[in-house]
């Protein structure tokens, strides 16, 4: 009687647990938070700061622009340069690196550079990203239009486009991309504005492409 009862039991094998693995995230996790990264304060360690100046003193920041060095250093051997080297700008309050620019520098063309270093070297793609976070992402540190005086006067000599915006903001990228060493950014940039080209504005294209080191498009003026 207790063999019966026993052996069924003592036949019955173990069933061992099993551990199962749910799957993996997502490969373009991390890509794809980065891309999302532009411009976003949080963990940022780089500022981008557009002051205004009247009559050679600074008022306050306008509007700044947030990265990450080591995004900047993936994508921009200038940047990796710069950071590597020690070779940085001020730390600001906030502790980030602050890099003051330019006052020819606007900052949509601005953005629009950063951009194209975060979202895979695209500048269309860029270009997208760039205007809709100019229209409702930006961190401005004062009231008032994003140029400066200098910058407006400026102006009266600039080329004259039918589409005055794409005009401006391709000559500025133009001339930023040659500033951070971006050659494809710049032949590009180099490409649109000749297809902007007219009797209009081929006089002050050509001056701008020649101080850009623009060679392309100045041999197509």
Known sequence: LLLGIAGPSLRSSKQVPQIHVMPAPPADT???FIRSALNQPELADVEFVITSQVDGVAEKPQQTFFAHRLVLAAS????RMTFASGFAETVGVSGRCRVELPEWVMPRPMLWLLAYLYK???PKEAQLAAFADATGGAHSSASGAPRTARMWKLRQHAARFKDEHAGEDLCCLLRLAEFYNLDHLKQW????????MGPENLVALSTHAYFC???QLLQFC
């Open 189 to 196: 940039a180099e490409q649109q504005l000749a297809s902007l």
């Open 76 to 79: 921009c051997e200038h940047f």
């Open 213 to 215: 080191n623009a060679r």
């Open 120 to 122: 895979g070297f695209d």
């Open 30 to 32: 991390v890509p794809a």
